[in-house]
């Protein structure tokens, strides 16, 4: 009879811990991580002058060739006092993603020794109205993304007139002890800021 007597106590619990299990599992909260990539397009910024990438560079190498006015008295190509002349710089942002500003500065490479030959005007994209060249500004712009070409033609000239600062013997002694005279571009670029 003692027997008797814990059957229903055996069941009892049987049935609470089954019970128990079952309110645990509907009431159990569920939990499984998964990770996801997620893939993301950062923005070019392959700036090219004159065909030739600055991307890494400092310096970069691309020949500038300046195209100086013809003239009865003064052989092809070549700058003199009162010469006239051009060259042109052309920024392709076809492979940049973001709009930027630009800043160019034009100086020779050794003022001190010749600094009457000078850049005096510019144009965008060859423009009819020239700008006068401000060597303390430079000449700046906007190129908003993905544009294909942008053309800075530099206008440059040996001064000769009556704002020159160098003297006929001078003048002569540049010619004498120079075959050639550097001019450097310098540029500087600079994204846009998107929050602005």
Do not use: C
Request: proline share 3%; hydrophobic share 35%.
């Amino acid at each position: 009879m003692k027997d008797k007597h814990y059957i229903p106590i055996i069941i009892v619990i049987i049935l609470l811990i089954g019970s128990i299990f079952l309110i645990q599992s509907t009431l159990a909260k569920y939990r499984k991580k998964v990770d996801q990539d997620i893939g993301i397009s950062l923005a070019k910024w392959n700036i090219k002058l004159n065909d030739e990438s600055i991307a890494n560079k400092s310096t970069i190498s691309g020949n500038v060739t300046p195209v100086f006015d013809k003239s009865d008295y003064v052989a092809d190509n070549v700058v003199a006092p009162g010469v006239q002349g051009y060259f042109d710089i052309v920024i392709d942002a076809t492979e940049v993603d973001v709009t930027f500003t630009y800043k160019l500065n034009v100086t020779t490479n050794e003022e001190e020794t010749y600094p009457d030959i000078v850049a005096y005007e510019y144009s965008i994209d060859r423009e009819e109205n020239k700008q006068t060249y401000n060597k303390e500004e430079g000449i700046t712009g906007t190129i908003q993304h993905n544009t294909e070409n942008t053309s800075i033609r530099v206008y440059i000239k040996w001064d000769d007139g009556e704002t020159s600062s160098m003297t006929n013997p001078e003048d002569t002694a540049l010619a004498i002890n120079n075959s050639e005279i550097t001019m450097n571009a310098e540029f500087l670029f600079e994204q846009l800021n998107v929050t602005e």
